[in-house]
């Protein structure tokens, strides 16, 4: 399974992004997310969605970014709204084969991750 990030870029606070992901073999990936990671810290998971479309949030973006998936296009997204300067990192898509009721992404890792793709707030 391989996932491919875009999307990213520079935008100004208050702005917003949708980060695209595109998944070969998307059936093989039961739960997809997306994560974050500013240097010299660790990654933090963002967001979860199940094959049948449930959805979970971290507190830290909840309300203000929503992912979502495009089954036909083998693409799930993020939409990130009201961005703040400490968003910025670089963010990566994941995913696993245990469905997203197996447990939190720290109970159950990713079995799949992208190359990630840069946003930057300012």
């Known amino acids: 399974v391989q996932l491919v990030e875009s999307g990213g870029g520079s935008v100004q606070a208050g702005g917003s992004l949708r980060l695209s992901c595109v998944v070969s073999e998307m059936y093989s990936a039961n739960c997809l997310g997306w994560f974050r990671q500013v240097p010299g810290k660790e990654r933090e998971s963002l967001a979860g969605i199940g094959s049948d479309d449930s959805t979970s949030y971290a507190s830290s973006v909840k309300g203000r970014f929503t992912i979502s998936q495009d089954k036909a296009k083998s693409t799930v997204y993020l939409q990130m709204d009201s961005l703040k300067p400490d968003d910025t990192a670089m963010y990566y898509c994941?995913?696993?084969?245990?469905?997203?009721?197996?447990?939190?992404?720290?109970?159950?890792?990713?079995?799949?991750w992208g190359q990630g793709t840069q946003v930057t707030v300012s």
């Open positions: 994941a995913g696993r084969m245990a469905d997203c009721y197996s447990g939190s992404w720290r109970e159950v890792p990713p079995d799949y």
